[in-house]
Nanobody, 123 residues
């Protein structure tokens, strides 16, 4: 499985960005596909994920109500719409895919990772 993430950038506080992550290869055993983020000096943390194939969505408390995860009809691309961005959202965002029905908030549940995309929220 290969994951290709895109969409990061620099945005002012209160602004919006949309991240995309496309999966290719053997994705038929997918349970979750979502996003983690890592700020300098901090641990990589769960942001949001979507359950396959049901489509249930899950969010970290810190982004609930501001971020929305969705997928395309083909089921191979996940989007993260980020609104009302704050400076504390600044991080490298990583797309991840899990083929295991484990705790979706934990890094070890995800066995495939994309390259990170930088999101910087600054005035």
């Amino acid at each position: 499985v290969q994951l290709q993430a895109s969409g990061g950038g620099l945005v002012h506080p209160g602004g919006s960005l949309t991240l995309s992550c496309s999966a290719s290869g053997h994705t038929f055993s997918m349970f979750y596909m979502g996003w983690f983020r890592q700020a300098p000096g901090l641990e990589r943390e769960f942001v949001s994920t979507i359950r396959w194939p049901a489509g249930n969505t899950y969010y970290a408390d810190s982004v609930k109500g501001r971020f929305t995860i969705s997928r395309n009809s083909a089921g191979n691309t996940v989007y993260l719409q980020m609104n009302s961005l704050k400076p504390e959202d600044t991080a490298v965002y990583y797309c991840a895919l899990s083929s295991r029905p484990w705790d979706y908030t934990k890094r070890f549940a995800y066995d495939h990772w994309g390259q990170g995309t930088q999101v910087t929220v600054s005035s």
